[in-house]
């Protein structure tokens, strides 16, 4: 707020603020420092009707008219000519015209406001503007600076003249304000760190009726008025309202306009720290793609250097041949030549036999093994093997291109991914989703979302670049929601259009081989298990349950030996090689030809009376809408609720040994005493 507080001439905070008609305000010091006489010729009227064209503008020509009229006597317009009309003049009570005889360009808007001889002191008191100011300097116990120091900064002020309205230093009240002539009779006082001047301002009394109160308020002169002020005919043409009902109007108006900026300043207030926020992004995102790059340019480097030294390889390998070809050539030569000298050293010796006889003996010889080896000499040595030149240039024009054309490609986020509703099913508990790739879109992956299956949230199921995935171990009748969406390295794209997948009503399962135990052998359809050694094996179902009423048989194809098969539910991680419920990842009920017991974590419970036989048949209920286990025999419970607060994911299971073959039944009704029980 200071700077709303700080005068636009001397910079300092307002001392005896006054208000200038287009608003603005000014020390009234500073005002009277600033006015300047109006020079009375065709030129400066003219120039000062220009400068005053735009004072208080948007009022009415005749709203003007009656207040030229009567600002003599207003305290908001007295001497001050504040029309939009040039050569403007001070009226009179008794319809006199006197000149404009100073005027005064406002720093801040530099409209021109004209004045009696009176000057700048005719402006208005800046009483709101004065007592902020007051209550800001008293928080702060802020010390006044000089109004007369002519250097900057200012001295502290050490006296204020009530008189003149001044604050001074030590050198200027010396200076501009020596106690004697007409200013022997002012007031100095000292001037108090936090304190105002000491000016006697007349809070709620009429300018011209000093006993008054102001009572009312002239909307075309824009000023209090008393009651005499109403009775002397200034205001008879003008629209007068209460002052307080005015107050109170303004304030209610203002209140309303300041919450709509308050708002405006919270909403721009969280917009700056969105930028800030912004701000600190693009860093850590300049810092992120200089790493990116600089990764990016280091490979290529590296890539540069790789191919050199496989470049430079193969120069070393031609050297090699080179230089192996030329030392062989050197040998062959080296021989030849010994071959050759040893050759002329003797035919030489041969040229000295005086015994014609004996050398005509070798002479023809010694002729022909000197011709072949002239002419075997010339064929084959007369020029090296390979060349000592490296008929090689290194193609690197490409390359110099490519690094010339390496450049950032202004890459988007993808497009929505397209659905296939034909291609997309949902088959007992899972459900597959496939979809098409946006078009002209750059895409490094795709995130598939499914919600709960009850109108919840979201959650990713799947991120990777293929077109098509299936989701397993979902609930039973359920409508999944499913959505998918790109991306790429400049970010993600818009999700795709929703695809509801309806789940089974019911769980449609068999044994699973793989996940079961060694030692049982199944059926080609998966639904029939038989024992085969003596210990037991676990066999699990092939889907996992963890919510709803589900409801399965077995039936027994045979039980040739004197054993025990368990038949209940597991977890997936159960002991298979052991009877079910002997760990604590099994609950079940183990029965004979004659009596059945419920067992869990090794401890069995619960003794009934009845067993089976072939073609008997054992149900099993799982609730996990109520969290419990259930057992049926011949469509008869076998005793009461067998185990309670099961939660999570479990499996069908059933433990088997030698002599036992079971059957499996599933999706099927529970049984009809189910509510009863």
Known sequence: MEEELRCFACKQLYNNPVLLPCYHALCLNCAVHIQQPVVHNGTAANGAGENAESVASGSSTSDYQESDKLSILSETDSGVVCTSRPSSYVGTPNGGVYASALNLACPACHKVVYFDENGAHNLPKFRVMQHIVDRYGAQRNLQHKCQMCAGEPANDAVVVCEQCEIFYCEDCRDTCHPMRGPLAKHTIVEAKRGS??????????????????LTMYCIVCKSGACALCLMDGRHNSHDVQAITTMCKAQKT?????????SERARSTTEFIQRLKGMSDKVNENCQEFERVVSAQCEALIDAIHVRRNQLLECIRQDKELRVRALKEQVGTC???LQQTTGLLQFCIEALKETDSAAFLQVGGMLISRVANTDHSWHKEWTAPRVSPHFDLTLDDKSV?????????IQMKP???PTIIPEECSAENNSVTVAWQPPPQSHVEGYVLELDDGNGGEFREVYCGIETICTV?????????????KAFNSSGEGEYSELIGLQTADVAWFAFDPLLSGPGLHYSEDSVTVTGEGWEHRVALGSVGLSRGVHYWEF????????????????RIDVARDKMLGKDDKGWAMYIDRQRSWFQHAGGHEQRVDGGIAVGSTVGVLLDLDRHVLSFYVNEEPQGSVAFQDLYGVFYPAVSLNRGVSVSLHTALDPPSDIEET
């Open 472 to 484: 397993d171990g979902l609930h039973f009748h359920c409508m999944y929601n499913a959505r998918v």
């Open 414 to 416: 993808p497009a929505a």
């Open 555 to 570: 039936t027994i194809d045979k039980f040739d030996a004197d054993t025990d098969p368990a038949f209940g539910i597991a």
């Open 196 to 213: 105002s001047c000491p000016v006697k301002l007349r809070d709620g009394k009429c300018a011209e009726h000093a006993e008054e109160n």
């Open 253 to 261: 108006e203002l209140s309303h306009n300041l919450q709509q900026l």
């Open 334 to 336: 080296t021989v030849r």
């Open 400 to 408: 110099h291109r490519a690094i010339d054309q390496l450049n950032f």
